[in-house]
């Protein structure tokens, strides 16, 4: 297959591809958030004194994952 078909092909997806897309999106970035929280409890209960770092990049890692759920909302919005 050449670029130009699988482009086309691309175009023609519409409707409920791009709801399960979005829900997906979502999915993950539950996930992910819910592992970097995790860790982080893990880390502040191993070592407490590094607890202001630890939430600091927590914030980080949150709004990293949060950026890639924005992604995944806004090519759904953006498919024809």
Known sequence: ??????LAAANTVSGNVGTIGFGLSAIGAGVGIGL???KTIEGVARQPELAGRLQVLMYIGIAFTEALA????AT????P
């Open 70 to 73: 924005f992604i995944g909302i």
């Open 36 to 38: 970097v929280v995790g």
């Open 76 to 79: 759904y919005f953006f498919m």
């Open 1 to 6: 297959m050449d670029v130009p078909t699988i």
